[in-house]
């Protein structure tokens, strides 16, 4: 299933074919081995509060949610090969492509919501 997820302070959208990622599997996998990550494209990895892009290929964009879907830390272009700090408030990280959280403005303290994508429309044969 895919996600929207939307900046509710900012009223402005992040993704609308966000993934999440949930079981052991999925969350260790992550955006590993990714050669790029579309505008509109997502990770939600729940639960979480500090992750690493080794073996990644690209930068990306990270917030880290707390229960309530607000921002407790974000990182903007975060490159491969690197890892953060545990975020003891954090519950959830959403990866974005690199360049979203600032061009919808996103800060540390805006709160996020994530609603089911509209399937795509399927077209008689």
Known sequence: MRWKVTNETRQKPLADRAEKATSFA????????????AVGEGLH???CNSIHTF??????DVAFLDAQGRI??????LPP????????????VLELPAGILA????QEGDR??????????????
């Open 45 to 47: 990895i729940q639960p």
């Open 55 to 60: 073996f990644m290929r690209i930068p990306i």
């Open 72 to 77: 407790v830390k974000q990182m903007m272009a």
């Open 81 to 92: 090969w690197r890892t953060t700090s545990v975020y003891f408030q954090a519950r959830s």
């Open 103 to 106: 061009a919808s403005g996103t």
């Open 112 to 125: 996020l919501s994530f609603e089911p994508a509209s399937p795509a429309p399927v077209s008689p044969v």
């Open 26 to 37: 999925q969350r260790f996998k992550g955006l590993m081995g990714r050669e790029q990550l």
